[in-house]
């Protein structure tokens, strides 16, 4: 999810505490997801929000 959010310009934060997990986290820049993986990913979107959207005033 790290590699999608990217991918669709978003600012992407992610948080550990396990140094192990850290590096698994930076480890999405030497590769992208294609376009039916893309789709794929997108199509879990169920409009759920664990924080304000910022678009919406």
């Known amino acids: 999810m790290i590699r999608w ?4 310009g978003h600012t992407v ?3 550990s505490a396990r140094p192990e997990r850290i ?3 930076a ?4 590769f992208n997801l294609n ?3 893309m ?3 997108d199509g879990l979107d169920q409009g ?3 924080c304000p959207d910022p678009l919406i005033k």
């Open 5 to 8: 959010a990217l991918q669709r």
């Open 27 to 30: 480890n999405v820049f030497d």
């Open 13 to 15: 934060i992610p948080k």
């Open 48 to 50: 759920l929000r664990f």
């Open 39 to 41: 789709k794929m990913l």
């Open 23 to 25: 590096k698994e986290n």
């Open 35 to 37: 376009e039916d993986q």
